[in-house]
């Protein structure tokens, strides 16, 4: 909910500035003219016109904003529910926890957790955003809207899959009684070409601004040869991102073992997928040779380390990524999984993972790396390196101000590893996305937090009765999924 006002000439003055290139912080002056960054330089030497409106950063560590590779739109309202879910059951869950959204209630529930996001220094995202039996134009455009309303970019993929859960996983289905096999079926996902022609819909009314569009076959397991030579076709005939979950959990490496004959990065090579543009979202079980393939192709990966931690599903090479040139950004995944939408954890998260994954110190990563990843990488992933990611003259001017009268910032040692180490979101004082004030005071502009807390909890009783059969379904099959899944892990991938 942006100011109507109209954005005028400001000057943020003598704020501690990070240049996530060099990994330094110095005191500077932002001129900012219209959306965009005009001018940086030390305190007081920039000419700025009298009418130019100043604002003191005296106290305030600047970055910029913070790019948020992997989201899920529909999993916005599900923070906090299940406990000790591996990704299989939460997958089991997505009907009960994600399903029978209205658009009244994607619009509301988009609203919440692009408020979230930007609250916490997230200025722009990448949202997979998933819809039953297909993707719908409506339910996208109630996405964007919501994005839109409160201010920060995002860039919206529909995510598909032509093969439900059940049948993705080599022996899952057999694992469930007949009536309980028979009762999923209704979970089914549309034929691929109903996603397809409803994306060519969704693309064609693409406004191209600050909400873009690209492609998300969610899972390749769980997505036809077909779909997935679909869905790299039309990403190449316009031009779009693609983003999927790749070997996520220790399951989804040993079902493509069991179903390709090889691994799932061989898999997706042989479909041609793999390319400048892909992001595989987690990357955690994969061998070098498959470090090789990605980083031949020039595909990207979104880390995120809380989401994997949540869900027990391992630790990602993010060092031997690096080492191999392969881009990597931060995301924090949906609040199903993670599950507060902090992108100051998540790259905590990874930080402190990483040291977990390896007890050799020299491949621990450091916090300026992380910073760069979660902004200039982001902003790679996104396709717009060349106008976020970075606090540099011509570029948008998408800043967080971080506020130094925090207890996590007395005193001030080093501002970045405070940054990464320390904030937890409250520092987060101000946020301008395109020169504009979308955070002030660390209040999202126009919003009213009561009214929409009413909002949630009315409709969270209308979402709780019409999810009931899905509740009551899962309560059923989680017995049997936590079983199979329980037999399988101990296999050798
Ligand atoms: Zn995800």
């Known amino acids: 909910m942006t100011s109507d006002c109209p954005v005028r000439t400001r000057l943020l003055e003598n704020g501690l500035v990070v240049n996530v290139i060099a990994g330094t912080a110095a005191r500077a002056d932002i001129l900012i003219a219209d959306e965009r960054i005009q001018a940086i330089g030390e305190p007081g030497s920039l000419a700025v016109e009298p009418e130019t409106v100043r604002l003191d950063m005296c106290g305030k560590i600047l970055i910029p904003g913070l790019v948020n590779v992997h989201v899920h739109g529909h999993g916005f309202f599900s923070k906090g529910m299940g406990d000790r879910w591996p990704l299989e059951l939460l997958i089991a869950a997505g009907p009960w926890i994600s399903g029978c959204r209205q658009l009244d209630d994607k619009r509301l529930i988009g609203l919440i957790g692009a408020i979230e996001m930007v609250s916490k220094g997230t200025t722009a995202c990448y949202d997979l955003f998933a819809e039953t039996p297909h993707p719908t134009a409506e339910g996208l455009t109630a996405m964007a809207e919501a994005y839109a309303h409160v201010g920060i970019r995002a860039t919206i993929a529909p ?8 049948d993705a996983v080599p022996g899952l289905r057999e694992a469930l009684p007949a009536e309980l096999a028979a009762a999923v079926e209704r979970f089914n996902p549309a034929p691929y070409s109903d996603s397809i022609e409803a994306c060519r819909e969704i693309i064609d009314g693409s406004p191209n601004g600050d909400i873009r569009f690209a492609l998300g076959p969610t899972i390749p397991l769980h997505c036809s040869e077909a779909f997935l030579r679909a869905c790299g076709d039309l990403a190449e005939e316009r031009q779009l991102g693609l983003q999927t979950h790749l070997a996520e959990s220790r399951l989804q490496a040993l079902a493509a073992k069991e179903r390709y004959g090889h691994s799932l990065v061989s898999e997706l090579d042989r479909l041609s997928l793999l390319r400048p543009g892909f992001t595989a979202a987690h990357a955690i079980w994969l061998c070098d040779a498959d470090l090789d393939v990605m980083a031949e192709r020039g595909v990207a990966v979104a880390h995120n380390a809380g989401s994997n931690m949540r869900l027990g599903t391992g630790i990602s090479r993010v060092r031997d990524m690096l080492d191999r040139g392969i881009l990597v950004g ?37 916090a300026p790396e992380i910073l760069r990843a979660a902004t200039i990488g982001g902003a790679r992933i996104l396709g717009r390196d060349d106008e976020i990611g970075q606090i540099a003259p ?12 925090r207890p996590h910032y007395m005193p001030v040692n080093d501002p970045i590893r405070q940054v990464v180490f320390c904030e937890d979101g409250t520092g987060v004082d101000r946020v301008i996305v395109g020169g504009r004030d979308v955070v002030v005071d660390g209040r999202v502009l126009g919003v009213d937090l009561t009214d929409l807390s009413a909002a949630a909890a009315a409709t969270l009783v209308e979402l709780t009765a019409r999810v009931e059969p899905m509740r009551a379904l899962f309560e059923k099959v989680e017995p049997h999924v936590s079983r199979f899944y329980r037999s399988r892990i101990a296999c050798p991938i």
């Open 159 to 166: 995510m598909m899959s032509d093969i439900g859960f059940y």
């Open 330 to 366: 931060i995301g924090t995944d949906t609040c199903s999984c993670s599950d507060n939408l902090n992108m100051f954890e998540a790259m905590r998260d990874a930080c402190y993972a990483s040291r977990i994954r390896d007890s050799d110190h020299e491949t621990w990563l450091e």
């Open 394 to 405: 011509g570029y948008l001017a998408d800043i967080v101000c971080l506020s130094l009268e």
